[in-house]
């Protein structure tokens, strides 16, 4: 059953433009919390890959993917054009199980257009 299989893949927005608030906000929280157990600046995401996630997929033919890259080329204007006007906002934190075994924190955020 495919609904159980892992994704594949997935559709996200560049943030690279905040790389230097990250780096800050970054050093300040290891810098409050550098005693704290497991604490390591390699939790932490590098600010090149920075990054808002909008969609994960699960691709697992050939078929599928072609028809994925099909669609995401078509709406590549409408999204592109939406940009400018759109706002991120913050909502909560959530903790994701162990991936490759490093527990993954997230931010999770809601976008408004």
Known sequence: ME???PFTH????PLYM???ELTK???????????ARGMDRSLFIQPDRFHLTLLLLK???PARLE???QRIRE??????????????HLQGLEIMDSVMGRMMIHLRWMCSI
């Open 25 to 35: 906000l970054q050093d300040q929280i290891f810098s409050k919390c550098k005693d």
């Open 75 to 88: 709406l590549q204007g409408p999204l592109h054009s939406m940009a400018p006007r759109s706002t991120i």
């Open 3 to 5: 609904s159980s299989l």
């Open 10 to 13: 997935f559709v996200s927005v």
């Open 67 to 69: 028809q994925a890259i």
């Open 59 to 61: 691709l697992y033919s």
């Open 18 to 20: 905040f790389r230097e």
